[in-house]
């Protein structure tokens, strides 16, 4: 399983950013998706789940500002990050959660993680 988080950087204030997420090696839409980040000093939190329904969840800190999206052709997750603050600023993760194999047998369930890109949001 391979999962590369891209497209962090450093956003002005009130700006935007999208979060991508490239991923290999699990069958991709059975998976339920998600973004983390951790911010330093802290510890990582969850900002947003997408189950294989598309349903998304959004953490209370980002709702209204952050979406998630996947597509299942693509094998992608994408986070969309808007009026961006500074306390925004972490490191932000992918992960898959999967109970099957890539071929199809049933595991016991595990949660994957990529590493992190970077986002900085100045003041």
């Known amino acids: 399983v391979q999962l590369q988080a891209f497209g962090g950087g450093l956003v002005q204030y009130g700006g935007s950013r999208r979060l991508s997420c490239e991923t290999s090696g699990f069958i991709f839409s059975v998976a339920t998706m998600a973004w983390y980040r951790q911010a330093p000093g802290k510890e990582r939190e969850l900002v947003a789940s997408i189950n294989f329904r598309r349903t998304p969840s959004v953490e209370d800190s980002v709702k209204g500002r952050f979406t998630i999206s996947r597509d299942n052709a693509k094998r992608m997750v994408y986070l969309q990050m808007t009026s961006l603050k500074p306390e925004d600023t972490a490191d932000y993760y992918c992960?898959?959660?999967?109970?099957?194999?890539?071929?199809?047998?049933?595991?016991?369930?595990?949660?994957?993680w990529g590493e992190g890109t970077q986002v900085t949001v100045s003041s």
């Open positions: 992960s898959a959660t999967v109970d099957l194999t890539s071929d199809g047998t049933p595991m016991e369930e595990r949660t994957f």
